[in-house]
């Protein structure tokens, strides 16, 4: 992924290619695994113990009760032991067994509720052909020879033989759906929804296998009418079944994360080797639950990877980097300072927001270019700020300002203008008649790293389409529907398909990651679409994917605190960058790299973890433990997640200090 950046002369953390974080194609997967699977079940095997080891953590959690609170849960992403291919251990079967520990903390917070195994609890297996289909009948088998009741209803005419005669002759339960058997134990046709909606009377535990990386797209219509029954039981942690999903939850677009049809939700999803783009991609990524990756011994791709999602650990390892406790010699300007123009006559809160935001994530001064009413709202709010532009290391742009406000307006164009540089091949001049972008060649940038959020992103459209481009170093920060409105904006700029085929809101939510990636190869630069997830596109990158929080953080002006946490992140990294280069960019806040351009890995991780810092933050205002991403705490306000920004930032430090898994 490249060496240094440009931005900050940290090193790269080695989860840049981490598959545990990291998703490939599957068709990618399946041919760096294709050599060693061939002709052996023993990866099948290690996969399915792997799936009966989280079965049994679920099911020791107790019987489901609809609403209760869920136990603590640590990383939404987790590595499981490595199952050995060779041999894995085989599940005792004693009730007596005591529980040998294999996972992460995570696993250990409120997975061990009760001793031994429980005996007859019910478990529903639902299963497809192909591997997962097997590693469902397999892990059921396991499960019944640990006390569990497991009864398996098939999705297809051809299930794999030997997994499913060995789980009937551990005592599984087979219900055919399109399946037929000689067995009078069988079932075939409609008992098989007569045994789904028996176990939904019961509750219990349920294995999603009908489909893997192999399929792609809706599910069939026999799948589908199989879980309808328990669609309909609600949502996580709102109905009498838990579901663990087998490698990905079934029905959802594999490399894409899109969701064409019904989809069982999963409390947790147990996947093989490495991610795959429906675990870290909306839509999908808000039905897999908890991701644990269990490494088999499978080769990952040796590719670039597609997405991927940074751990809590990376983000405060690299936070702590970027924005480090002051030493003995640093001051306000050695810190970050954040140029803001925010907030307007109509919108002066914002300001104050986007302000406290960047002061509280760590910048050591805010300078403030606003109206005089805004001025004086931010100064009684945060007397600290400094009203006056000014030398700055990073740009906040457009927090509460109407681009219709037209004298307004043309203050942040004179911002923004020269922080663009010239598209190639796009002429020489603006529609005034002036060479507004950076022409030279090699330059990367006018000025500082910008964000660029709210009024100023319709100002953007503007300047692209007088064929200026922005760099790397521009963070845009849509939520859907100005994600929408840029692309339409955009789109006179070519006549791709993408353009002609045109964008609304609904769009960019069924399509993020097609949406974020289109973005940023329109305009150039690194793009944060807003959501549950957040998405982070850079050129010729991998995307990002950072959870945001509770859903009490979606208020008015969490984006505005978001904005300035962003600028005081990439502040603070240039001011570093500046200090360990004295001389080399000494008194100009611009990125110099003896003509060459910028590598976007550091202005990822910049806003990833300006991105998780504000999370945090949310989840520490709405008082949900650990922030977790679960349901719980209480209504928040968007300067609660000002507020809360430090004690975040300790626990990052925290999560830093502690190991990632």
Same mark, same amino acid.
């Given at each position: 992924m490249g060496g240094v950046s440009d931005l900050n002369d940290f090193p790269r953390s080695d989860d840049v290619t981490d598959p545990t974080i990291c998703a490939w194609p599957v068709q990618e997967i399946a041919a760096a695994e294709a050599p060693l699977t061939a002709g052996t079940d023993r990866y099948m095997r290690a996969a399915a113990h792997a799936v009966a080891r989280a079965a049994l953590r679920e099911l020791r959690q107790g019987p489901i009760v609809p609403g209760a609170a869920a136990p603590p849960a640590g990383s939404a992403y987790a590595p499981l032991a490595p199952a050995s291919p060779a041999g894995p251990?085989?599940?005792?079967?004693?009730?007596?067994?005591?529980?040998?520990?294999?996972?992460?903390?995570?696993?250990?917070?409120?997975?061990?509720?009760?001793?031994?195994?429980?005996?007859?609890?019910?478990?529903?297996?639902?299963?497809?052909?192909?591997?997962?289909?097997?590693?469902?009948?397999?892990?059921?088998?396991?499960?019944?020879?640990?006390?569990?009741?497991?009864s398996a209803v098939l999705a297809t005419e051809h299930p794999h033989p030997v997994a499913l005669e060995e789980a009937r002759s551990h005592g599984v339960t087979v219900y055919g759906a399109g399946y037929r058997s000689d067995s009078a134990d069988d079932r075939s046709g409609t008992e098989a929804i007569v045994a789904v909606e028996a176990f939904l009377a019961r509750g219990g535990l349920v294995l999603d296998g009908l489909t893997g990386i192999g399929a792609d797209g809706p599910l069939r219509p026999d799948a589908a009418a199989l879980i309808a029954p328990l669609v309909a039981a609600g949502e996580p942690g709102r109905r009498p079944l838990r579901v663990i999903a087998v490698d990905?939850?079934?029905?959802?677009?594999?490399d894409d994360g899109t969701i064409g049809g019904p989809v069982l939700a999963a409390d947790r999803t147990i996947t093989f080797t490495c991610l795959k783009g429906c675990l870290c991609l909306p839509p999908a990524r808000h039905l897999c639950g908890a991701v644990?990756?269990?490494?088999?011994?499978?080769?990952?791709?040796?590719?670039?990877?597609?997405?991927?999602?940074?751990?809590?650990?990376?983000?405060?390892?690299?936070?702590?980097?970027a924005l480090p406790e002051p030493g003995?010699?640093?001051?306000?300007?050695?810190?970050?300072?954040?140029?803001?123009?925010?907030?307007?006559?109509?919108?002066?809160?914002? %300001? @104050? *927001?986007?302000? =406290?935001?960047?002061?509280?994530? &760590?910048?050591?001064?805010? #300078?403030?270019? $606003?109206?005089?009413?805004?001025?004086?709202?931010?100064?009684?709010?945060?007397?600290?700020?400094?009203?006056?532009?000014?030398?700055?290391?990073?740009?906040?742009?457009?927090?509460?300002?109407?681009?219709?406000?037209?004298a307004r307006a043309d203050e942040l164009r004179a911002v923004l203008r020269p922080t663009l540089i010239r598209a190639p091949g796009r002429g020489t001049e603006d529609a005034d008649g002036t060479d507004g972008g950076n022409s030279a060649a090699g330059t990367t940038s006018g000025g500082p790293p910008a964000v660029v959020d709210a009024g100023a992103l319709s100002i953007l459209a503007?300047?692209?389409?007088?064929?200026?481009?922005?760099?790397?170093?521009?963070?845009?920060?849509?939520?859907?529907?100005?994600?929408?409105?840029?692309?339409?904006?955009? %789109? @006179? *700029?070519?006549? =791709?398909?993408?353009?002609?085929? &045109?964008?609304?809101?609904? #769009?960019?939510? $069924?399509?993020?990651?097609?949406?974020?990636?289109?973005?940023?190869?329109?305009?150039?630069?690194?793009?944060?679409?807003?959501?549950?997830?957040?998405?982070?596109?850079?050129?010729?990158?991998?995307?990002?994917?950072?959870?945001?929080?509770?859903?009490?953080?979606?208020?008015?002006?969490?984006?505005?605190?978001?904005?300035?946490?962003?600028?005081?992140?990439?502040?603070?990294?240039?001011?570093?960058?500046?200090?360990e280069t004295a001389g080399a960019v000494a008194g100009k806040g611009a990125l110099v790299t003896s003509g060459v351009g910028p590598a976007p890995d550091s202005v990822l991780d910049s806003v990833a973890a300006g991105v998780r810092l504000h999370a945090l933050a949310g989840s520490y205002a709405a008082a949900i433990p650990q922030a977790a991403s679960g349901a719980g705490g209480h209504p928040i306000a968007a300067l609660d997640i000002a507020s809360a920004l430090g004690p975040a930032r300790l626990g990052l430090n925290w999560f830093q200090a502690s190991p990632h898994h």
């Open positions: 251990p085989v599940l005792p079967v004693s009730p007596s067994s005591p529980v040998t520990p294999t996972g992460t903390p995570a696993d250990r917070g409120g997975a061990y509720v009760s001793p031994g195994w429980i005996a007859g609890a019910p478990v529903l297996l639902l299963v497809g052909g192909g591997h997962n289909g097997a590693d469902t009948l397999l892990a059921g088998g396991l499960l019944a020879r640990s006390g569990c009741a497991v990905l939850p079934s029905g959802t677009g594999v644990e990756v269990v490494p088999l011994g499978l080769p990952a791709p040796a590719s670039r990877p597609i997405a991927r999602r940074p751990v809590d650990g990376g983000l405060g390892d690299y936070l702590i980097r003995t010699d640093d001051h306000k300007y050695t810190r970050g300072v954040v140029g803001l123009w925010a907030g307007s006559e109509t919108y002066p809160g914002a %300001a @104050v *927001l986007t302000a =406290s935001g960047a002061v509280r994530a &760590g910048a050591g001064m805010v #300078r403030l270019a $606003a109206p005089r009413r805004v001025e004086d709202l931010v100064l009684a709010a945060r007397p600290e700020v400094v009203p006056t532009a000014g030398r700055s290391q990073a740009l906040v742009l457009g927090p509460g300002i109407d681009p219709a406000d037209a503007e300047l692209l389409a007088q064929g200026l481009t922005c760099t790397p170093l521009h963070v845009l920060t849509p939520h859907a529907g100005e994600a929408a409105a840029l692309l339409t904006a955009l %789109a @006179v *700029l070519e006549t =791709s398909a993408e353009a002609a085929h &045109g964008w609304n809101r609904e #769009r960019v939510e $069924a399509h993020p990651a097609r949406a974020v990636r289109e973005l940023s190869r329109l305009t150039g630069g690194t793009v944060l679409l807003k959501g549950a997830t957040t998405l982070i596109a850079a050129p010729d990158r991998p995307l990002v994917s950072v959870d945001c929080g509770p859903g009490w953080m979606a208020t008015a002006g969490s984006g505005d605190v978001l904005a300035g946490v962003i600028g005081a992140v990439l502040a603070g990294a240039v001011a570093r960058r500046e200090r």
